[in-house]
């Protein structure tokens, strides 16, 4: 007999089990996740109005390092920050050399006025707002930014957006709706109006088989807490669907990364 699966009639334990589903999955996220286009850092430079180059930078929700990683080869000094141990596993198997800490943004683990940047990849929405802005503009100097992003599906895109019409109806409206949040965009990022986000989106693209696309579409938390059987076949019949469109078994994923950005005083 299985364990109950957490539904969103019961939203704490389904969001708790959305959080940390990702633990048991890291490798595979690793594997197949999107990574974040160079123009995204242009950005993320001229909203913060500094280079990376140098800038003290706390990541956080620093996953398996994907955008860790990025920040590091564009010359940022990171402290990565991490909640959840298979996640950390796979960042420390990747980055030996990133400093990696385990934490959460609700109570960072990091001294005052310590960073020049804070970064959220994907990752603002696992926070509580109401904690996670104090704790950000605590661990920032003053002229500090803080950086939120994530990768967002073009729904002008026409097969991204019947894509997401069949997640819709295999996960349920509410759950899709969900896991098609990125994150809690401008004013919804910080409810209680500290902080004054600039924003900016940044389109781009890349080619991957169609396994890759497929493995990187169960690694989302919405499909990682159901059970894995149904899951296996949703993503057999995406195949089918997908190979119309890519025959040559070569999917062509487009991205809208939303970007916002804030500086403190």
């Known amino acids: 007999m299985t364990a ?34 160079p123009a995204l850092f242009d950005a993320v430079e001229e909203l913060a109005g500094r280079p990376l180059s140098g800038a003290r930078t706390v990541d956080v929700g620093a996953g398996t390092g994907i955008a860790t990683a990025l920040l590091h080869a564009r010359g940022a000094d990171v402290l ?25 943004g609700n109570a960072l683990p990091v001294a005052d006025a310590h960073a020049d940047l804070v970064t959220y990849a994907q990752a603002w929405h696992w926070t509580d707002p109401a904690r996670s802005v104090p ?25 991204i957006a019947e894509a997401g019409r069949r997640v819709a109806r295999f996960l349920g409206a509410d759950v899709a709706a969900e896991a098609s949040k990125p994150g809690k965009p401008d004013q919804q990022a910080d409810p209680g109006g500290r902080l004054d986000f600039a924003r900016r989106t940044v389109r781009w693209s890349r080619r991957v088989p169609i396994d890759t696309h497929l493995a ?35 999917v062509e994923e487009t991205y809208d990364v939303l970007l916002l950005v804030a500086r403190t005083p």
């Open 4 to 37: 109950a699966q957490p539904t969103p009639a019961d939203p704490h334990a389904f969001h708790a089990a959305r959080a940390g589903s990702f633990n048991s999955a890291a490798a595979r996220y690793a594997a197949n996740r999107p990574s974040y286009p």
């Open 135 to 159: 704790e950000a503009l605590r661990v920032l100097r003053p002229g500090g930014a803080l950086a939120l992003w994530w990768n967002t599906h073009p729904l002008d895109v026409q097969w």
């Open 216 to 250: 990187n579409v169960g690694s989302h938390s919405a499909f990682l807490v159901v059970p894995e059987e149904r899951t296996a076949a949703f993503l057999e019949e995406e195949r089918a669907y997908l190979l119309e469109i890519f025959p040559d078994g070569t």
């Open 80 to 104: 990565a920050v991490e909640p959840g141990a298979g996640m950390a596993a796979e960042f420390r198997r990747a980055l030996p050399h990133i400093p990696l800490v385990r934490g959460d």
